[in-house]
């Protein structure tokens, strides 16, 4: 499974106007999470690891793993 954010959009064929009208967010914000200067709500998790089709817990995993290494 691609480690990052953004690849995980690339790979499924998603452009950051595309996630974010998906989503119901902005452009700005799927760039922050692209970043790791922000995680997606876990209310977002679910949509997320459907457009992505990868198990919820990757999702999850995912955006905790760049919490964790912001932290070190």
Do not use: C, H
């Amino acid at each position: 499974m691609p480690d990052t954010f953004k690849s995980l959009r690339i790979s499924n064929g998603y452009t950051q106007a595309d996630l974010a009208s998906k989503l119901g967010v902005t452009i700005p914000t799927v760039s922050v999470w692209e970043r790791g200067l922000s995680s997606p709500s876990p209310r977002y998790i679910p949509q997320l690891a459907e457009l992505f089709n990868v198990p919820k817990k990757e999702i999850f995993l995912l955006t905790n793993t760049k919490k964790l290494n912001k932290t070190r």
